[in-house]
Nanobody, 118 residues
Framework: VQLVESGGGLVQPGGSLRLSCVAS????????MSWYRQAPGKERELVAT????????NYADSVKGRFTISRDNAKNMVYLQMNSLKPEDTAVYYC????????????WGQGTQVTVSS
């Protein structure tokens, strides 16, 4: 099982980045996919979730209207489009796959650094 993130980097406030995560080794279309982030000295927090069939989406209040999560089940990919970035968005961003049936199963990527700074 692998989740590999890419697309992080350094961006100025107000800029945009698109994170990508490619999955392998499990049935991607059966898992809800999420992006989490963890800033230095803080707990990991949920940023956005897309259900397995793409029908349901949820965002943290802090990113609503600025970030968009999407997935392509044919390509085993999940994306996070981040616009109007703020310094407080600086964190390591992690891709997550989760399924609750038949047993709770969760996978994590290694993370990609996003730094928002002038």
């Amino acid at each position: 099982v692998q989740l590999v993130e890419s697309g992080g980097g350094l961006v100025q406030p107000g800029g945009s980045l698109r994170l990508s995560c490619v999955a392998s080794g499990f049935t991607f279309s059966s898992y809800a996919m999420s992006w989490y982030r963890q800033a230095p000295g803080k707990e990991r927090e949920l940023v956005a979730t897309k259900s397995s069939d793409g029908g349901n989406t949820n965002y943290a209040d802090s990113v609503k209207g600025r970030f968009t999560i999407s997935r392509d089940n044919a390509k085993n990919m999940v994306y996070l489009q981040m616009n109007s970035l703020k310094p407080e968005d600086t964190a390591v961003y992690y891709c997550n796959a989760k399924r609750g049936w038949p047993i709770m199963t969760m996978y994590w990527g290694q993370g990609t650094q996003v730094t928002v700074s002038s």
